[in-house]
């Protein structure tokens, strides 16, 4: 059995799918149909009338700022529009649980930010929200939970912290020197806590299993071997390292 927001969809499969809101990545759009046609369209198909309505599909236009564009051909809009639009159609019974497929795809960055401001609204207002995306960076940004899936088996789940520390419990540091990478790898091989370095057009990277303290202690041995260090920075671990870190690269 699966729960949706509490509800059965065995025992209760139509009150369970009136709880879930589905965007697809791509959708049909229809010949000469307008914006506020396609909603309405939508709106009726959901069961709303009257002035009921015209109030639900208002709201929906406010949220996703569609107002200028109501009586525009769907087919003459970005594809930054269409995804607005297909995201209102979404909202238009006020589902509970929000399931996006590959909301950002094809989109340009402003049209990006855009969409993640929306989604984060949605979050707000207390609504549980799945995405599935191959933008691991723009996922980052939103996510608090994330399951990473290869060949339709489970790789790891959960918040995006735990996920971080278990496949990186050791820090990641970044060192540019005007020494120079290949003498800074040298240097670096040398030093005890030190594993995995990589090294870098400008500078190299390395895995640090000592402590805050012992990071000092390195950076003064850096100073008086010489390396002239310029930056010593803390590498944040992203989803790209998790998802590289959990999957083997098998094609389904």
Same mark, same amino acid.
């Given at each position: 059995?699966?729960?949706v927001?509490?509800v059965?969809?065995?025992e209760?499969?139509?009150?369970?799918?009136?709880?879930i809101?589905?965007?697809?990545?791509s959708?049909g759009?229809y010949?000469?149909?307008?914006?506020?046609?396609?909603?309405?369209?939508?709106?009726?198909?959901y069961?709303l009338?009257?002035?009921?309505?015209?109030?639900?599909?208002?709201r929906?236009?406010?949220?996703?700022?569609?107002?200028?564009?109501l009586?525009?051909?769907?087919?003459?809009?970005s594809?930054?529009?269409?995804?607005?639009?297909?995201?209102?159609?979404?909202?238009?019974?006020?589902? &509970? $649980?929000l399931?996006?497929?590959?909301? @950002? =795809? !094809? +989109?340009? /960055?402003r049209?990006?930010?855009e969409?993640?401001?929306l989604?984060?609204?949605?979050?707000?207002?207390?609504?549980?929200?799945?995405?599935?995306?191959?933008?691991?960076?723009?996922?980052?940004?939103?996510?608090?939970?994330?399951?990473?899936?290869e060949?339709?088996?489970?790789?790891?789940?959960?918040?995006?912290?735990?996920i971080?520390?278990s496949?990186?419990?050791?820090?990641?540091?970044?060192?540019?020197?005007?020494?120079?990478?290949?003498h800074?790898?040298?240097?670096?091989?040398?030093?005890?806590?030190?594993?995995?370095?990589?090294r870098?057009?400008?500078?190299?990277?390395?895995?640090?299993?000592?402590?805050q303290?012992?990071? &000092? $202690?390195?950076l003064?041995?850096l100073? @008086? =071997? !010489? +390396?002239? /260090?310029?930056e010593?920075?803390?590498?944040e671990?992203?989803?790209?390292?998790?998802?590289?870190?959990?999957t083997?690269?098998?094609?389904?």
């Amino acid at each position: 059995d699966v729960l949706v927001d509490g509800v059965s969809v065995i025992e209760e499969p139509r009150a369970a799918r009136q709880r879930i809101g589905f965007m697809p990545d791509s959708y049909g759009a229809y010949a000469n149909t307008t914006v506020l046609d396609y909603l309405d369209f939508f709106a009726r198909a959901y069961g709303l009338r009257g002035a009921q309505r015209r109030q639900v599909i208002e709201r929906v236009i406010e949220f996703t700022t569609l107002g200028e564009l109501l009586e525009k051909h769907i087919d003459a809009l970005s594809k930054g529009m269409k995804q607005r639009l297909c995201l209102a159609k979404t909202l238009l019974h006020d589902p &509970a $649980v929000l399931i996006l497929d590959e909301p @950002a =795809a !094809g +989109l340009d /960055p402003r049209a990006r930010v855009e969409l993640r401001e929306l989604v984060k609204a949605l979050a707000q207002m207390g609504k549980a929200i799945l995405l599935s995306s191959h933008i691991l960076t723009e996922l980052s940004e939103m996510c608090t939970s994330v399951t990473v899936i290869e060949r339709g088996k489970v790789r790891g789940s959960g918040t995006v912290a735990d996920i971080i520390k278990s496949v990186t419990p050791k820090m990641r540091l970044y060192l540019r020197a005007l020494a120079g990478p290949e003498h800074s790898e040298r240097v670096l091989l040398e030093r005890p806590h030190i594993a995995a370095v990589r090294r870098e057009p400008l500078g190299v990277s390395f895995d640090f299993e000592g402590t805050q303290e012992e990071v &000092a $202690v390195l950076l003064e041995a850096l100073v @008086a =071997a !010489g +390396l002239k /260090p310029v930056e010593l920075t803390l590498r944040e671990t992203n989803l790209e390292d998790i998802f590289l870190s959990l999957t083997e690269g098998r094609v389904q």
